[in-house]
């Protein structure tokens, strides 16, 4: 039976929304919970997923909704209670918090008039608005924020480059920013290494190798996974790119892009070779067989952190980077076939579904169904932080409990021989992701053992010693729960493959000069040389977790707790926005 509470004026942010929900589902005679602000998007969520009633048409924007299908009513007020005890212990934890907060933007910029960079996550279809608004005022604007129009994203990101600002997203997961993380980001060591990258977990994966191997971080600047795209064009690429290259405290430029639109992506290499400093690109899905003058082409995440040490370092840069592995024996049944890929990280997904589909030698590269990054001779790579398996839920980096279903299912096909999956510590991840699923992984092992199969797990383990979860402890349980554990995503992909007798050709890279090498002939905004020239000043509007892993690496931070205005419509907002536009421009 379903039953409706509406709290009036009880305005939370959506992780711990969805940690809530969590929490509820998993009480005793709970069948299902859904807890969310009553946007029309959430409200069109609920009705997805069977929850929706009629009480919700009378909910607004700031109004949390919780809809429960409980077994009996009578368990209704201990689920209420525990409801009430979850949202208490984050009021003490806020009110705990020397963080300061505000509720306006005037407040906010008044309180840190130094300010220069804001972070917006806040619902995608408040996102854009908010992020114009930091436009207007003079600040960068990271959008974390998902679920942003395309159009959107262009203009926005045309309106900053005309203001020698950047935008970095939406949909942009991570960024370091001489040595402030921002988001899901990693503690790495300064050095002389910057990054520019579409990616979110791809740059993770690129700077905690780089700090595990003894190298630094500069800055690391996300753009968002459709900057690439034809429609966008690379605009916040190549505004960060002009900004390292007249960045003192980096030597070395890494790209990093999940696969772009080629005519945007040929555009970005003409403007690097025509800078003084050496460049390493990762054009995810290319397998690059030469350099071309001061632009090193790397095929993996990893080879792209060695390629960019030696560089750091003034060594002469290999032909073919290749570590040996420790394979472990296995002795699979015969029907056992499968590798199961189940993945938080997108680009992590993305490289792992590209390394199978060469060794596979898959004619057509990777072959794509609905929910999976690849699909083919048996073998399938999820992506399980993709919007198919986020909508109303947490991210798996934050929530293991999806792929924790997975794990079983997938542990129940006769046909499955190993579990790939990442880990990726860091701010913003779980706090110990070792712990929750490692019992889930003894528990699927032991009951296949039971049914006479062997099932082998290797994971991708992606952080820092530096990070807030111990990268040490985090491997030590892992591996007491069997799990054999690799210190980047390609060991772990390519150990996966010999494990299943399959290998991938590697061919040593030529150099030759580049071929339309242009001087350099541009200049980075002041704009962007005072942020890149020490650590952001902040506006946090959204997620207050993103607050103190700032003001913990010594930066200024000021939280504004956001809510949806004009009674949450966006139509509204959009009319309040054109106003405000025109206070700016008379």
């Known amino acids: 039976m379903l039953h409706t509470i509406i709290k009036k004026n009880s305005y ?81 934890s806020s009110s705990q918090s020397s963080i300061e907060s505000v509720r306006s933007w005037e407040r906010a910029l008044k309180e840190n008039p130094n300010a220069n960079l804001a972070i917006i ?82 740059i993770q994966e690129v700077t905690t190798l780089i700090d595990r191997m003894g190298g630094g971080i500069s800055h690391a600047i996300g753009t968002g996974g459709r900057d690439l795209s034809e429609t966008v064009g690379a605009i916040t690429m190549l505004d960060g790119i002009r900004g390292l290259a007249h960045n003192d405290q980096t030597e070395v ?28 690109t990762l054009f995810l899905g290319e397998k690059p067989a030469v350099h071309e003058g001061n632009v090193y082409q790397a095929y993996t995440l990893e080879e792209a952190a060695m390629i960019a040490i030696d560089l750091s370092k003034g060594a002469a840069v290999e032909p073919l980077y290749s570590l040996p592995l420790d394979v472990p024996e296995t002795v699979l049944n015969p029907g056992q076939t499968s590798i199961q890929g189940l993945y938080a990280g997108g680009t992590l997904a993305a490289e792992a579904a590209m390394l199978i589909a060469d060794a596979l030698k898959l004619k057509d590269g990777l072959i794509h169904e609905a929910g999976y990054v ?16 986020t909508q109303g839920k947490p991210h798996p980096m934050i929530d293991p409990a999806t792929r924790i279903q997975h794990i079983e299912k997938a542990a129940q096909d ?53 990070d807030p979860q111990s990268y040490a402890e ?35 890279k030529a150099h030759r000069p ?12 002041a704009a962007v040389e ?29 939280q504004y707790d956001w809510r949806p205005v004009a009674g949450g419509s966006v139509k509204m907002q959009r009319i309040l926005s054109q106003l405000n536009d025109y206070r700016f421009t008379n």
């Open 121 to 202: 996550s806040v619902p995608g279809q408040y996102a854009a608005a908010e992020a114009d608004k930091a436009l207007d005022y003079g600040l960068h604007a990271f959008i974390f924020s998902d679920n942003v129009p395309v159009e959107e994203e262009l203009s926005l990101k045309r309106k900053a480059h005309d203001k020698g600002l950047l935008v970095m997203g939406p949909d942009c997961g991570t960024g370091i920013l001489s040595g402030v993380p921002i988001a899901f980001a990693n503690r790495v060591k300064a050095g002389n290494i910057g990054i520019v990258g579409a990616s979110g977990t791809g």
């Open 12 to 92: 939370q942010d959506s992780v711990n929304l969805m940690l809530l929900t969590n929490h509820i589902s998993a009480l005793e005679g709970v069948t299902q919970a859904s807890i969310m602000m009553g946007t029309p998007a959430n409200k069109d969520i609920m009705r997805n997923s069977g929850l929706y009633t009629d009480e919700l048409e009378q909910a607004g924007a700031n109004d949390m909704c919780i809809v429960i299908d409980a077994e009996a009513h009578s368990k209704l007020d201990d689920i209420l209670a525990a409801v009430d005890s979850f949202l208490s212990d984050q009021s003490v």
């Open 414 to 466: 006769p046909a499955t021989a190993v579990i790939l999956f990442d880990v990726v510590l860091g701010y913003g991840g779980h706090n110990d992701m070792a712990g929750v699923l490692a019992p889930a992984i003894e528990k699927a092992a032991a009951k296949a053992k039971a049914e006479g199969r062997n099932l082998y797990f290797v994971a991708a383990l992606c952080g820092t010693h530096q």
């Open 514 to 525: 580049a071929a339309t090498a242009v001087p350099e002939a541009f200049s980075a905004s």
């Open 474 to 508: 985090q491997k030590r349980r892992f591996e007491q729960a069997g799990v054999i554990v690799k210190e980047s995503n390609n060991q772990a992909v390519r150990t996966v493959l010999a494990m299943m007798k399959l290998g991938l050709e590697d061919v040593p």
């Open 253 to 280: 430029i890494v790209i990093v892009s999940k696969p772009p639109a080629k005519a945007v992506r040929d555009k970005v290499v003409r403007e690097l070779q025509g800078l003084a400093k050496p460049v390493v």
């Open 530 to 558: 005072a942020l890149l020239g020490g650590k952001p000043s902040v506006i946090n509007v959204g997620l207050q977790k993103f607050t103190e892993a700032i003001t913990a690496s010594g930066a200024t931070a000021l």
């Open 374 to 389: 690849l699909k083919s001779s048996g073998h399938a790579i999820v992506d399980l932080g993709d919007d198919m398996y």
